[in-house]
Structures are given as C-alpha cells and as structure tokens.
C-alpha cells in the first residue's frame, strides 16, 4: 500500500478591496470617540470595486472635517478617515439572548 503524503490544501488568494481615505493632512484635528459610536457611511468608495451605497461601521474619532470608522469589510477589519458629511449616527437593535 502506498504512503499518503500530507500536503496543505490550495485556496486562491482572495483580495482585499480596500476603502479609499482621506489624506492625513485634511483631517483636522480628530478627537477620540469613546465608547465607539455605531454609524453609517454612504457613498464610500472601495478599491476595484466602486462605490458602495451604505455600509455600517463604527466611528472611532471625529474632527470637524473626518470621521475615522472601522469597518468589518471581507471579514477583515479596516480604518477610514470618511468626510463627515458622508456619515449618519446609527441605532443598534437589541439584542435577543
């Protein structure tokens, strides 16, 4: 009987369509948000991709200019600094334990 020699399974490589940001220099000057604040961002733009409608994230500093958002983009977290017009405060449902 012939030995099975282990060999790792072969997966495709899967890209990471990252969100465009502003550049550090037009920011302002951020001020943490703490706890971090569920939020919507419309309009972001993603890298191959285009632009995406809505997509939930959490903002994690703000100026008067950005805010920074995390967001849980392709099961990979991300940071943005996202224009602040382009933001809207959101509502978290209850959870049901």
């Known amino acids: 009987m ?3 020699k282990w ?3 072969e997966h495709q490589d ?5 969100a465009e940001s502003l ?6 000057t951020p001020a943490p948000v703490d706890p971090p604040q569920p939020v919507t ?3 972001l733009r ?3 991709i285009g632009v995406l409608d809505t997509v939930k994230a959490f903002a994690v500093a703000r ?3 950005a805010v920074y958002v995390e967001i849980a983009w392709q099961g990979r977290l991300q940071r943005a600094w996202v224009p602040r017009d382009a933001v809207t405060i ?3 449902a209850p959870r049901k334990d």
């Open 63 to 65: 100026s008067d200019i």
């Open 7 to 9: 060999a790792p399974p």
């Open 90 to 92: 959101r509502k978290l």
């Open 14 to 18: 899967v890209p990471i369509y990252a």
């Open 23 to 28: 550049p550090l220099d037009q920011i302002g």
């Open 2 to 4: 012939s030995e099975h």
């Open 46 to 48: 993603f890298d191959q």
């Open 41 to 43: 961002v419309h309009r």
